[in-house]
């Protein structure tokens, strides 16, 4: 084999993994963009290494991991400052659920992203009030089957202390799962919450909000949102229906998301806003609103 094939060969193998990486990174940091950054750094490092260290690598997936977990772990060490200059509440990027569906014809399992609630707008929340190294503990051990051992290098803790790190962010997670409506029991609430925010029905909106429902409205300080959370199911109920009667132009429409059903803004064909809800007791707890530009690039077309 001539050397060219041998380089070519290296490329498709590292390459093959990009998809897992992109997934893996945006379950660890909530955004597609500071996902994609963190793929592309991992790169950047395997190609950094000279042919005898890339050939002394028996493990070119684990390796990748590793490195890009290491990377979203200091993106993750660094947020609190970033988000201290984020302008109203910081939300993840909301996407459809088809996006991380593995390319046509895939059989490969390792190409495969089961579409479960480890990439929802709710766990992400969740995950998000942890701390990086329980974030980091939970994904890698629960969501890809890495060994403690393995993950510990990563985090720079002994395998018995990233042990402790996922069962409290399991227990996090078990209380969250616990909670949260079935899938038919959350479309339902979508679609009734969906026709009355169109319709201007303040009355039966305010019949699916919970008593102490939240809306968080993520516009990162680019188009109009609000800069602080909406408390109360009438405030919710009367800042829903106020978007839409600013904004006549707006169509509300059900789409397929990460989440379940989800609701999106659209004007013509351009969708200018994503909802998710989540919701429990057969009410909607919580309202997700990210009309954040940045992260609607996954809508686009």
Same mark, same amino acid.
């Given at each position: 084999m001539h050397a060219e094939d041998g380089a070519l060969g290296d490329l498709d193998t590292v390459m093959a993994e990009r998809r897992r990486l992109i997934t893996l990174a945006y379950r660890l940091l909530g955004t597609l963009d500071?996902?994609? &950054?963190?793929?592309? %750094? @991992?790169?950047?490092?395997?190609? /950094?290494?000279?042919? %005898? %260290?890339?050939a002394a690598v028996a493990n070119p997936q684990g390796w990748l991991t590793r490195v890009a977990s290491r990377v979203c772990l200091d993106v993750l060490k660094s947020a609190r400052a970033r988000r201290e200059r984020y302008v109203g509440p910081w939300l993840p990027e909301p996407v459809p659920s088809h996006h991380f569906e593995p390319p046509a014809g895939s059989v490969d399992p390792a190409d495969r992203v089961t579409l479960d609630d480890t990439i929802s707008s709710a766990l992400l929340v969740v995950l998000d009030a942890m701390t990086p190294a329980e974030r980091v503990a939970?994904?890698?051990?629960?969501?890809f089957t890495l060994p403690f051992t393995e993950i510990a290098d990563v985090v720079g803790r002994t395998p018995a202390a990233v042990r402790q790190l996922a069962t409290s962010a399991r227990r996090k997670v078990s209380t969250h799962r616990d909670s949260v409506a079935a899938l038919p029991e959350h479309d339902a609430v979508v679609r009734a919450f969906g026709a009355a925010t169109a319709g201007g029905d303040l009355g039966a909106l305010t019949s699916l909000l919970d008593s102490s429902v939240v809306l /968080?409205?993520?516009?990162?300080? $680019? $188009?109009?949102a609000a800069r602080k959370p909406v408390a109360g199911a &009438?405030? $919710?109920a009367r800042f829903m229906i106020g978007v839409m009667a600013?904004? #006549?132009?707006?169509? !509300? %429409?059900? /789409? #397929? @998301? @990460? &989440?379940?059903?989800?609701? !999106?803004?659209?004007?013509?064909?351009? !969708?200018?806003?994503?909802?998710?809800l989540r919701v429990a007791g057969g009410l909607a707890t919580d309202v997700w609103m990210v009309v954040n530009p940045a992260k609607l690039a996954a809508w686009k077309g």
């Open positions: 500071e996902a994609e &950054d963190a793929v592309q %750094e @991992t790169y950047l490092r395997w190609y /950094r290494l000279s042919p %005898e %260290e890339r939970f994904v890698l051990h629960d969501v /968080r409205s993520d516009g990162g300080g $680019v $188009v109009s &009438d405030n $919710v600013k904004r #006549p132009t707006w169509r !509300v %429409e059900e /789409r #397929p @998301t @990460t &989440d379940g059903l989800g609701l !999106v803004y659209v004007e013509g064909e351009e !969708v200018l806003g994503v909802v998710n």
